[in-house]
């Protein structure tokens, strides 16, 4: 048995086209006929049967042989009568695949070798045909499920001998509403290499100081941390009830690191003689841990994370992660957070590349991107379209070891701005999402206009965001807690660079436009 595919050659515009010739014994002699153009099912599988080609030529897939082989396909105005390779007739399961753009840019990213996700149509969108529905869904091996949003993991071991088959089989299915890879993503990591440019986390600079005047802290807003976990930290304040993904591991199990890192950033306790003071002193962080044992993370358990923290209290949710792909799950899991109130804030990436990933591009997340002294985008920061605002990517924070480090990367970026989100629900805690958003950017160096796709709305001021909500409330905000300024974070001081013996920083992973990862490393 052997698996060939056959293509068509069109040098003028460089369209490919694929007939698919699936498992076949190679003594198989007897052809039948085909009617052109016409909707035939082999074996479950819808085939479209085209009669356009002019002659083929056939090469076998990687694996399978190492030799070419060559042939012709015989047809006439109506028919495809016969398919002929070195004398011998084919005419086993033939499918016609035409080249599909977006099942390229979904092949080449990273995903699960053998793990697909399909949402099946619902009964009320195939009147008539709810049984077939049912045997559908029956037939596939599914090993997960995304609650609310319907959509199973399937295990489909054909995935790694032809994907783009395996993708337009389903495409082509009357039943199913989308299907795609199961795409892995990483948390977005800095370079840790001598040039990357060290920074300062000025927090007299982001308004963060005077900020503090005014509230600095607020735990009845939850915030959410959809990353590797988040590890119980003496500086960091109790942690709301969180989530696992993955089935066995507690959402405190941060065996990356990451997930801490981020923590202190946004919620370290300030004012407390001990480490450093995160943006919002007194925060109320839900650990959602979305990656495996092995560390690592589908855009499925991405979406279940979403999801679990908006239908479990979340009014914030920051990821720090992101994907060059784009994924209907993962964007659909993100409207069903923001529909539900959520204000939601990604990482832009940290590649120096003018396309902001996924999920910071969607357009209900404020994209968070960094720079380097307020006014000009720092180098690794990812910019484009959508961008929202931007701030320092260096951060004295905690990590899961128990100690602290310098963080670096637009995955510390993210959370500075969510946490200023939730010091703005100190302020007003009816806010909506969109007016929070409002906020920050009216808040930000634009003063509310978009200056332009480098750093979006401009350089945050956490201080004139929260005046601005003050004064739409009328008057002053409570003081969560006394607002001396933290000692161990002196402004504008720069940041020490100890790093953490028991947590050390993660290899930084491909580039965000080839593949995937995550948004920052302790250094």
Same mark, same amino acid.
């Given at each position: 048995m052997v698996l060939l595919a056959v293509s068509p050659v069109f040098p003028a515009d460089g369209q490919e086209d694929y007939l698919l010739l699936e498992e076949y014994d190679t003594d198989i002699v007897e052809a039948e006929e085909y009617e052109a153009g016409s909707t035939t099912i082999y074996d479950d599988t819808i085939a479209d049967i085209d009669n356009d080609f002019p002659e083929i030529f056939y090469q076998l897939e990687e694996g399978a042989a190492s030799e070419n082989m060559s042939g012709e396909l015989n047809y006439d105005e109506a028919y495809i009568t016969d398919i002929e390779i070195d004398g011998e007739f084919i005419d086993e399961e033939i499918e016609y695949i035409p080249y599909d753009a977006e099942n390229a @840019?979904? $092949?080449?990213?990273?995903?699960?070798?053998?793990?697909?996700?399909? &949402?099946?149509?619902?009964?009320?969108?195939?009147?008539?045909k709810e049984k077939q529905l049912q045997k559908e869904i029956?037939?596939?091996?599914? @090993?997960?499920?995304?609650?609310?949003?319907?959509?199973?993991?399937?295990?489909?071991?054909?995935?790694? &001998?032809n994907p783009n088959a395996v993708l337009n089989r389903f495409k082509n299915n009357a039943f199913v509403e989308y299907v795609e890879p199961n795409y892995t993503?990483? $948390?977005?990591? #800095?370079?840790?290499? *001598?040039?990357? +440019?060290?920074?300062?986390?000025?927090? /007299?600079?982001?308004? %963060?100081?005077?900020?503090?005047? @005014?509230?600095?802290?607020?735990?009845?807003?939850? =915030?959410?941390?959809?990353?590797?976990?988040?590890?119980?930290? +003496?500086?960091?304040?109790? $942690?709301?009830?969180?989530?696992? %993904?993955? #089935?066995?591991?507690?959402?405190?199990?941060?065996?990356?690191?990451?997930?801490?890192?981020? %923590?202190?950033?946004?919620? %370290?306790?300030?004012?407390?003689?001990?480490?450093?003071?995160?943006?919002?002193?007194?925060?109320?962080?839900?650990?959602?841990?979305?990656?495996?044992?092995?560390?690592? =993370?589908?855009?499925a358990n991405v979406s279940k994370g979403i999801i679990w923290a908006a239908d479990n209290g979340a009014r914030v949710i920051n990821l720090s992660l992101g994907y060059a792909t784009d994924s209907i799950t993962l964007k659909n899991a993100v409207?069903?957070? !923001?529909?539900?109130?959520?204000?939601?804030?990604?990482? /832009?990436?940290?590649?120096?590349?003018?396309?902001?990933?996924? +999920? #910071?591009? !969607? *357009?209900?997340?404020?994209?968070?991107?960094?720079?380097?002294?307020?006014?000009?985008? $720092?180098?690794?920061?990812?910019?484009?379209a959508g961008m929202g605002v931007v701030t320092f990517a260096s951060y004295y924070t905690t990590t899961a070891a128990g100690g602290y480090a310098t963080a670096g990367g637009t995955s510390f970026a993210s959370p500075q701005v969510a946490s200023l989100a939730s010091l703005l629900l100190g302020v007003n805690p009816g806010l909506s999402n969109e007016a929070l958003y409002d906020l920050i950017r009216r808040g930000a160096s634009g003063n509310g206009s978009y200056l332009n796709d480098e750093i979006g709305y401009g350089f945050i001021n956490i201080a004139k965001s929260l005046q601005l909500a003050q004064a739409a409330t009328g008057g002053p905000a409570p003081t969560a807690t006394p607002t001396a300024t933290p000692t161990a974070t002196p402004a504008p001081t720069a940041?020490?660079?100890?790093?953490?013996? #028991?947590t050390p920083a993660p290899t930084a992973p491909p580039p965000c436009t080839g593949s995937r990862r995550l948004a920052g490393s302790a250094r």
């Open positions: @840019i979904q $092949l080449a990213g990273g995903h699960v070798s053998d793990e697909i996700i399909i &949402k099946f149509k619902g009964p009320g969108q195939v009147p008539g029956e037939k596939v091996e599914k @090993i997960g499920f995304v609650e609310n949003l319907g959509a199973y993991v399937i295990k489909t071991d054909d995935l790694n &001998k993503l990483d $948390l977005l990591v #800095a370079p840790n290499d *001598p040039g990357f +440019p060290s920074q300062k986390l000025t927090l /007299t600079m982001i308004g %963060a100081v005077d900020g503090w005047g @005014i509230i600095n802290g607020n735990s009845g807003a939850v =915030i959410a941390i959809v990353d590797s976990g988040v590890a119980v930290h +003496p500086d960091l304040p109790p $942690l709301v009830q969180g989530y696992s %993904a993955v #089935a066995g591991l507690s959402p405190n199990n941060d065996k990356l690191g990451h997930g801490t890192n981020v %923590a202190g950033t946004l919620g %370290a306790i300030g004012n407390n003689s001990r480490g450093g003071a995160g943006i919002n002193w007194n925060s109320s962080i839900m650990p959602v841990k979305i990656d495996d044992a092995n560390g690592t =993370i589908t855009v409207d069903y957070a !923001y529909n539900k109130g959520c204000a939601i804030f990604a990482a /832009t990436g940290n590649e120096s590349k003018n396309a902001l990933c996924y +999920p #910071a591009r !969607y *357009p209900n997340v404020m994209a968070v991107g960094a720079t380097s002294d307020g006014v000009r985008r $720092l180098n690794i920061s990812n910019y484009g940041i020490p660079t100890a790093t953490p013996s #028991a």
